[in-house]
């Protein structure tokens, strides 16, 4: 199972009839934003602002941003909102009622399948942070729609259910992560399989975060702040801290396993601190593709709310004479240990990878609440992959189970370090 296989369906089902009908006809698409007020939200809906005529927001989701997400609802008018808690949506509807404002507030995990599902929606921007985004994404693909995927952890933690919710519903899914976004740009619009496509590697660049250079001992000195001053993007909190650790080019690994059919020994990651090369394929012929551009997240998401076709993003354009010179060098795995344990855990299979997702998640909070040293989250990490190496997780609720036994296991460890 794999994107690739979803998309090879193109036209063989009815949803994909109905989903090239929606780009072709005058009506816009109904948009549901799950991660409304976070970094990949606001960029979205950026995009869809410039664009009315095409796409009309649905429904939006927010967490602790209570009145970033108020400001959403009264300029984009959704049918619905989505709030963690009863207090909050209570509040939020009471305010927006007095703006005059007929957005529906709703609050759980349920309404955030609901909206992620409901009849009307064509497609669903996954962007919660974390394995929280998993349920509604998955109810987005299980109920075949376009998904436009940010959120990596669902397929970390769920690669296999996920892509198979994917190939059965018939859902299109699109890669919004802008190394996944680059591949999916750089492969055939046909290709059916890696092999069939004559693809020998695919190639995720990392910028290598903002502690490229620092050495061992001064990593274990490092601040939340310093972690999420990323050098070429803005991001929410944790994948900032995924990226100076370099777990997030190990998520992305798993990712770009899941989504492109890949074995662990055609995915290679490249250090590329300008990140101005997105991604790139090597065919086995030599030639090598790949998708440049100004790092901006707009790109990808604007690539993947129009595919196939293409739509201004407000990105600015690429000036190739004020680059500077572009350079690559090998992720250093002593330094950045992360990167080798998501290897490992992809090698190892099974559950594995969602065992490294949950570790990661606490690890990461921890160390963004100031209770324990960036060091400590591999070790945390690599604690839990030796405990639950035998996990295998025969269906959903299993891995669920198992998702909170990893956590429960983390915060025990946590507490010790801190102790
Ligand atoms: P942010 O932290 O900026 O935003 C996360 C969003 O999820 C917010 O809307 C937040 O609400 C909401 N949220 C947080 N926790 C929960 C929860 N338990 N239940 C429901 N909603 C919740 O993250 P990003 O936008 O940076 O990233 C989102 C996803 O996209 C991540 O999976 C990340 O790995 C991925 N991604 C991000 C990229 C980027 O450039 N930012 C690039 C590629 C992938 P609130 O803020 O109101 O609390
Ligand atoms: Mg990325």
């Given at each position: 199972m794999s994107l690739l296989s979803s998309l090879s369906l193109n036209g063989k089902n009815e949803r994909d009839n109905?989903?090239?009908?929606?780009?072709?006809?005058?009506?816009?698409?109904?948009?549901?934003?799950?991660g409304a007020t976070g970094t990949i939200g606001v960029n979205t809906l950026d995009v869809v602002a410039r664009h009315p005529d095409r796409y009309q927001v649905f429904a939006l989701s927010g967490g602790q941003q209570i009145d970033k997400l108020a400001q959403q609802c009264i300029q984009f008018q959704p049918r619905y909102a989505v709030t963690l808690e009863a207090a909050s949506a209570a509040q939020l509807q009471q305010g927006l009622r007095q703006q005059g404002c007929t957005t529906e507030v709703l609050y759980g995990a349920e309404a955030l399948q609901q909206i992620a599902a409901h009849p009307d929606v064509d497609a669903v921007m996954a962007a919660i942070v974390g394995a929280a985004g998993l349920p509604p994404a998955l109810a987005a693909a299980q109920a075949g729609k376009k998904v436009l995927l940010a959120n990596k952890e669902a397929l970390v933690m769920a690669g296999r259910f996920f892509m198979e919710a994917v190939t059965e519903s018939g859902a299109r899914l699109l890669p919004i992560d802008s190394?996944?976004?680059?591949?999916?740009?750089?492969?055939p619009a046909d290709c059916v399989s890696l092999a069939q496509a004559g693809v020998e590697k695919i190639i995720l660049t990392a910028s290598g975060g903002p502690f490229r250079q620092f050495s061992a001992e001064a990593l274990s000195s490092v601040t939340p702040a310093q972690a999420c001053a990323h050098p070429n993007w803005v991001m929410g909190r944790k994948i900032s801290v995924d990226s100076a650790s370099l777990m997030n080019k190990g998520l992305e690994v798993i990712e770009a396993r899941w989504l492109f059919d890949a074995i662990p020994e055609q995915i290679e990651v490249v250090v590329h601190p300008q990140s101005v090369i997105h991604s790139m394929v090597r065919y086995r012929d030599g030639s090598v593709l790949a998708q440049l551009g100004t790092p901006d997240m707009r790109t990808p998401i604007a690539h993947a709310l129009a595919w196939p076709e293409r739509i201004t993003a407000g990105v600015a354009a690429l000036d190739f004479l004020s680059l500077p010179p572009l350079t690559f060098e090998q992720p250093d795995l002593v330094r950045f240990p992360a990167l080798s344990l998501a290897f490992a855990a992809l090698e190892q299979g099974a559950d594995a990878p969602a065992v490294l997702n949950a570790a990661n998640e606490i690890a990461v909070a921890a160390f963004l609440a100031e209770k324990i040293r960036f060091?400590?989250?591999?070790?945390?990490?690599?604690?839990?992959?030796?405990?639950?190496?035998?996990?295998n997780s025969g269906c959903l609720d299993d891995l669920f189970a198992l998702d909170q036994a990893v956590r429960s296991y983390t915060l025990q460890h946590v507490e010790r370090i801190t102790c």
């Amino acid at each position: 199972m794999s994107l690739l296989s979803s998309l090879s369906l193109n036209g063989k089902n009815e949803r994909d009839n109905r989903v090239k009908q929606q780009v072709s006809s005058s009506s816009p698409q109904l948009l549901t934003v799950l991660g409304a007020t976070g970094t990949i939200g606001v960029n979205t809906l950026d995009v869809v602002a410039r664009h009315p005529d095409r796409y009309q927001v649905f429904a939006l989701s927010g967490g602790q941003q209570i009145d970033k997400l108020a400001q959403q609802c009264i300029q984009f008018q959704p049918r619905y909102a989505v709030t963690l808690e009863a207090a909050s949506a209570a509040q939020l509807q009471q305010g927006l009622r007095q703006q005059g404002c007929t957005t529906e507030v709703l609050y759980g995990a349920e309404a955030l399948q609901q909206i992620a599902a409901h009849p009307d929606v064509d497609a669903v921007m996954a962007a919660i942070v974390g394995a929280a985004g998993l349920p509604p994404a998955l109810a987005a693909a299980q109920a075949g729609k376009k998904v436009l995927l940010a959120n990596k952890e669902a397929l970390v933690m769920a690669g296999r259910f996920f892509m198979e919710a994917v190939t059965e519903s018939g859902a299109r899914l699109l890669p919004i992560d802008s190394e996944h976004n680059a591949i999916f740009q750089s492969l055939p619009a046909d290709c059916v399989s890696l092999a069939q496509a004559g693809v020998e590697k695919i190639i995720l660049t990392a910028s290598g975060g903002p502690f490229r250079q620092f050495s061992a001992e001064a990593l274990s000195s490092v601040t939340p702040a310093q972690a999420c001053a990323h050098p070429n993007w803005v991001m929410g909190r944790k994948i900032s801290v995924d990226s100076a650790s370099l777990m997030n080019k190990g998520l992305e690994v798993i990712e770009a396993r899941w989504l492109f059919d890949a074995i662990p020994e055609q995915i290679e990651v490249v250090v590329h601190p300008q990140s101005v090369i997105h991604s790139m394929v090597r065919y086995r012929d030599g030639s090598v593709l790949a998708q440049l551009g100004t790092p901006d997240m707009r790109t990808p998401i604007a690539h993947a709310l129009a595919w196939p076709e293409r739509i201004t993003a407000g990105v600015a354009a690429l000036d190739f004479l004020s680059l500077p010179p572009l350079t690559f060098e090998q992720p250093d795995l002593v330094r950045f240990p992360a990167l080798s344990l998501a290897f490992a855990a992809l090698e190892q299979g099974a559950d594995a990878p969602a065992v490294l997702n949950a570790a990661n998640e606490i690890a990461v909070a921890a160390f963004l609440a100031e209770k324990i040293r960036f060091t400590a989250i591999p070790q945390l990490v690599e604690n839990a992959l030796t405990h639950f190496a035998h996990a295998n997780s025969g269906c959903l609720d299993d891995l669920f189970a198992l998702d909170q036994a990893v956590r429960s296991y983390t915060l025990q460890h946590v507490e010790r370090i801190t102790c």
